[in-house]
């Protein structure tokens, strides 16, 4: 079947299921119900009614924990009897004092400016959708936001942190600090966020 598609506006009434690639027209559904696909029965959308206020909840608290997180000592460790806090940024620090810059750089893009720039851009898309208002504002900050969102990697730094827990264990006196349990919370919302919100769901309402 040949569809033609004359505008933007009316490729949104059109959505294409991402794991068969078969285009379907959108319908209303209603509340707490899915649209599935006719050919592999994969979600194609989802509507939540509460969505709009429940991401703004979770990114305003992802927000705050990001911050703690990155605000008090991971882990503190113990070594000939001096102690030395560990936290985020004197970890990217000691990098750059090292010389590796380059390193220093991708760490700091994928553990730092990244997640922080995610649930920024998370917090401005909710409540605009909320007010209903930048529409255009939103559809670019939707397009970066699915570009950068693969490039979080705190869920990898936080695997990082709990091997290299082990590892050392043994060797020094290791004492997890309170950043440390904010960085786990942070993750998970982070995962739950991933999971539940889906960016095929807000462009629907950044464009009806
Ligand atoms: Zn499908």
Not at 2 to 17: A, G, M, P, T, Y
Not at 19 to 41: G, R
């Amino acid at each position: 079947m040949e569809i033609k598609i004359n505008s933007d506006k009316e490729l949104d009434k059109f959505i294409i299921c991402h794991k068969c690639f078969t285009l379907h027209k959108k319908i209303n559904i209603k509340n707490n119900n899915s649209a599935l696909c006719v050919k592999c029965n994969s979600i194609l959308y989802h509507r939540d009614d509460n969505l709009i206020n429940k991401g703004l909840a979770l990114s305003i608290t992802g927000l705050i924990f990001f911050i703690l997180a990155n605000s008090f000592p991971i882990i503190k460790i113990e070594i000939l009897g001096q102690e030395q806090m560990i936290t985020i940024l004197s970890m990217i620090n000691s990098l750059i004092l090292n010389g590796y810059y380059i390193v220093a750089l991708f760490v700091s893009y994928l553990i730092f400016i990244f997640p922080l720039l995610i649930f920024f851009i998370y917090i401005f898309i909710f409540i605009f959708i909320k007010l209903g208002i930048y529409r255009d504002i939103v559809v670019d900050l939707l397009i970066l936001l699915a570009k950068i969102l693969p490039w979080n990697m705190s869920a990898i730094f936080l695997i990082s942190i709990l091997v290299s827990l082990v590892k050392l264990m043994n060797m020094l006196e290791i004492y997890i600090g309170i950043s440390f349990w904010a960085l786990v919370i942070f993750v998970m919302i982070d995962l739950y966020m991933t999971k539940k919100i889906h960016i095929g769901e807000l462009w629907i309402y950044a464009t009806r």
